[in-house]
């Protein structure tokens, strides 16, 4: 018999509970304190633990524990049936630390960092140049192009690669040496492109887990790590001891290429990029941006088919699911999160506060919503106070109501650190001190039964959105030179977040949408499209949405139209259609134009939408989310007011 609401309230579901990361630092952990704090974390209401093994504290002590080693693999196992006894979940960061690497990464499956290497030459001349001890790494690319105002004229670049020459030191590879290279008449630029040979290594790993972080765009590369870090876990702890493998933030500094681009690049764009690859970082004459969108585009499908979805698939055939924060990826920020089972937000630094979490919570949300993920999780109260053990039981709850309405359902707190019992207390530097050596946990299950109550209202039925906001990601990959593209903050510097939290604020609850939802458009509930900040879209998503307006439904674009189309290729053509298909909308009124993305956007939604939820007094802190099951609508409302 199914039970009442009231009764929900009452016994909120087990599986709704919040969970908590646990760090071990240096894994120097013992059975009679594991089974001590598993007790603190379920009275107070903690449904589940996500283990990471961090570096150590004393780096020569003997009880830190040799990663992989057999007293890994038995505290470990030991840990995993100590949960489940308890009717509590496990989580495991594969590896130690992040972003995912180890010891037995070898370089040719690290993450590269591309740069250039230029000189500027006048001929006619014949040039040599002894690159020897002037640059280190492997080069990917060369080549010469005239300059003229600062750009590169395309008509004139040659691939120079076949004319570097091995140097040897008495019969060893030593350098590389360019020789006679005729110079036409003008003003050149030689650019040699450098694979360096100094890449990441895993950040704060424990003893035994140090190395090189893996090619994030290499499927072989994604493989081979989960055979190494996580299939002899499955094979020791059992199949289903771990319910779900996490992936923390994408913290990949620098990783901007991989070894397959060229092949690849020519595969999915049609043309060869070796000889634009200029563009990357300096400006080839009318085709500068096209290139980077080719480019950016072909790492980002390469990042979530490698990375991405192959950790997922590897989840399954290990009995398990994944968890994935996606935040830090070059890619389509949604189709990241949302090859995860469940994709994970996060909450950084202080949000006790009302205000639309873009960049670490509502793309993940969105996502979820999208590719309907039942469970949305979120890394809660991350430096929510510096310093530490500032954080107080007030400022957890209005931080959780925070998350809780920007559409995530699950809490995993940042977090519980082991300490000896009666040894001195330990605190990870970037967590807030939940865990039984901080002075107020006595109280702290009063929150842990709230989180469990909210949470299992917010994982009944389906969430309601009638808005949705198109994510400019086109224009993002197409103004930035190569880099390691954070595409979660390049959105939200792109939309505002005082734009964001205007809409928010007068009561419009609304998914972020890419391309692929768009083309899909008949599947979902939106009524409602808004674009801003947007010049560039591929032109089938331009017909996508001229059918959904044609259909009855509200586009609304701010500032302007979008004119142009994506990539190099029939440029000219994609960049008509786009511009036309957009023109039309608007003359024919299946479009409204508004003069900015602020009050006149505002404007047009009070007048043509109206609010799911209208707040009068004090809106710049009330905020809220609409579910809908089969018995009723479900409003999670919360004042996230200090006063």
């Given amino acids: 018999?199914?039970?009442?609401?009231?009764?929900?309230?009452?016994?909120?579901?087990?599986?709704?509970?919040?969970?908590?990361?646990?760090?071990?630092?240096?894994?120097?952990?013992?059975?009679?304190?594991?089974?001590?704090?598993?007790d603190q974390m379920q009275e107070a209401g903690i449904g589940?633990?996500?283990?990471?093994?961090?570096?150590?504290?004393?780096?020569?002590?003997?009880?830190?524990?040799?990663?992989?080693?057999?007293?890994?693999?038995?505290?470990?196992?030991?840990?995993?049936?100590?949960?489940?006894?308890?009717?509590?979940?496990?989580?495991?960061?594969?590896?130690?630390?992040?972003?995912?690497?180890?010891?037995?990464?070898?370089?040719?499956?690290?993450?590269?960092?591309?740069?250039?290497?230029?000189?500027?030459?006048?001929?006619?001349?014949?040039?040599?140049?002894?690159?020897?001890?002037?640059?280190?790494?492997?080069?990917?690319?060369?080549?010469?192009?005239?300059?003229?105002?600062?750009?590169?004229?395309?008509?004139?670049?040659?691939?120079?690669?076949?004319?570097?020459?091995?140097?040897?030191?008495?019969?060893?590879?030593?350098?590389?040496?360019?020789?006679?290279?005729?110079?036409?008449?003008?003003?050149?630029?030689?650019?040699?492109?450098?694979?360096?040979?100094?890449?990441?290594?895993?950040?704060?790993?424990?003893?035994?887990?140090?190395?090189?972080?893996?090619?994030?765009?290499?499927?072989?590369?994604?493989?081979?790590?989960?055979?190494?870090?996580?299939?002899?876990?499955?094979?020791?702890?059992?199949?289903?001891?771990?319910?779900?493998?996490?992936?923390?933030?994408?913290?990949?500094?620098?990783?901007?290429?991989?070894?397959?681009?060229?092949?690849?690049?020519?595969?999915?764009?049609?043309?060869?990029?070796?000889?634009?690859?200029?563009?990357?970082?300096?400006?080839?004459?009318?085709?500068?941006?096209?290139?980077?969108?080719?480019?950016?585009?072909?790492?980002?499908?390469?990042?979530?088919?490698?990375?991405?979805?192959?950790?997922?698939?590897?989840?399954?055939?290990?009995?398990?699911?994944?968890?994935?924060?996606?935040?830090?990826?070059?890619?389509?920020?949604?189709?990241?999160?949302?090859?995860?089972?469940?994709?994970?937000?996060?909450?950084?630094?202080?949000?006790?506060?009302?205000?639309?979490?873009?960049?670490?919570?509502?793309?993940?949300?969105?996502?979820?919503?999208?590719?309907?993920r039942h469970i949305i999780s979120n890394e809660s109260f991350t430096w929510l106070r510096f310093p530490r053990f500032t954080e107080t039981p007030e400022q957890i709850k209005i931080a959780a109501d925070s998350i809780f309405v920007d559409g995530m359902n699950q809490i995993v707190n940042h977090g519980y650190t082991y300490s000896q019992k009666d040894g001195e207390p330990m605190a990870f530097y970037a967590s807030s001190h939940i865990c039984h050596t901080n002075t107020w946990w006595k109280y702290y299950k009063n929150i842990g039964r709230y989180i469990n109550r909210v949470c299992d209202f917010l994982q009944r039925g389906e969430p309601v959105s009638r808005i949705c906001i198109y994510l400019p990601q086109h224009d993002i990959w197409a103004e930035n030179p190569l880099g390691d593209i954070h595409m979660c903050m390049k959105l939200e510097e792109r939309l505002e977040t005082s734009v964001i939290d205007g809409i928010a604020r007068e009561g419009y609850w609304f998914d972020y949408v890419n391309d692929d939802v768009l083309g899909r458009w008949e599947e979902y509930s939106y009524e409602t499209l808004i674009l801003m900040e947007t010049d560039r879209m591929p032109v089938k998503t331009a017909e996508s949405i001229q059918s959904f307006a044609m259909h009855g439904n509200l586009v609304i674009c701010a500032g302007r139209l979008p004119s142009q189309g994506c990539g190099l290729l029939q440029k000219d053509e994609k960049d008509k259609i786009v511009s036309t298909l957009f023109e039309e909308m608007r003359r024919q009124g299946n479009l409204i134009f508004a003069e900015d993305k602020k009050d006149a956007l505002l404007n047009i939604l009070k007048q043509r939408v109206c609010p799911d939820l209208k707040v009068g007094t004090g809106k710049e802190s009330i905020g809220y989310v609409h579910r809908k099951d089969k018995n009723a609508d479900i409003y999670f409302t919360a004042n996230m007011s200090l006063l």
Avoid at 15 to 30: I, L, N, P, S
Avoid at 95 to 115: L, Q
């Fill in 48 to 372: 589940g633990v996500e283990i990471q093994i961090l570096y150590a504290l004393e780096a020569g002590s003997r009880e830190n524990l040799e990663y992989f080693s057999p007293e890994f693999f038995d505290i470990l196992k030991f840990t995993g049936e100590e949960v489940h006894k308890r009717g509590m979940t496990m989580d495991l960061t594969l590896g130690s630390s992040w972003p995912f690497g180890g010891p037995f990464v070898p370089f040719v499956k690290s993450a590269p960092v591309v740069y250039p290497y230029a000189i500027d030459v006048r001929g006619p001349s014949v040039f040599s140049y002894d690159f020897t001890n002037r640059m280190a790494g492997e080069i990917v690319g060369g080549i010469m192009g005239r300059m003229e105002d600062s750009e590169m004229l395309p008509e004139t670049i040659q691939d120079i690669s076949s004319l570097l020459e091995e140097k040897l030191l008495f019969s060893w590879p030593w350098g590389t040496q360019l020789k006679n290279l005729e110079v036409p008449e003008g003003n050149y630029k030689i650019v040699i492109f450098l694979a360096g040979q100094f890449r990441e290594h895993v950040l704060m790993p424990s003893r035994g887990a140090q190395g090189y972080v893996i090619d994030h765009n290499d499927a072989e590369a994604s493989r081979f790590f989960f055979a190494q870090a996580g299939t002899p876990l499955v094979e020791r702890l059992g199949r289903g001891m771990v319910q779900s493998f996490f992936c923390d933030s994408l913290e990949l500094f620098g990783h901007n290429w991989t070894g397959k681009i060229y092949d690849e690049f020519e595969k999915r764009r049609g043309y060869s990029l070796k000889p634009y690859i200029y563009a990357l970082w300096g400006k080839v004459k009318g085709m500068t941006e096209e290139i980077r969108y080719d480019f950016h585009k072909t790492m980002s499908e390469l990042t979530i088919e490698n990375f991405f979805s192959v950790m997922t698939e590897w989840c399954h055939e290990m009995g398990s699911t994944s968890r994935i924060q996606a935040h830090g990826t070059w890619g389509d920020i949604l189709q990241a999160y949302g090859a995860a089972d469940i994709p994970e937000g996060e909450t950084f630094s202080e949000w006790d506060k009302y205000s639309v979490n873009t960049v670490h919570r509502r793309l993940a949300s969105s996502a979820g919503h999208v590719y309907h």
């Fill in 1 to 38: 018999m199914e039970r009442t609401y009231l009764e929900q309230l009452r016994q909120p579901a087990a599986a709704a509970r919040g969970k908590t990361r646990w760090w071990w630092y240096g894994c120097r952990v013992d059975k009679d304190n594991i089974s001590y704090q598993l």
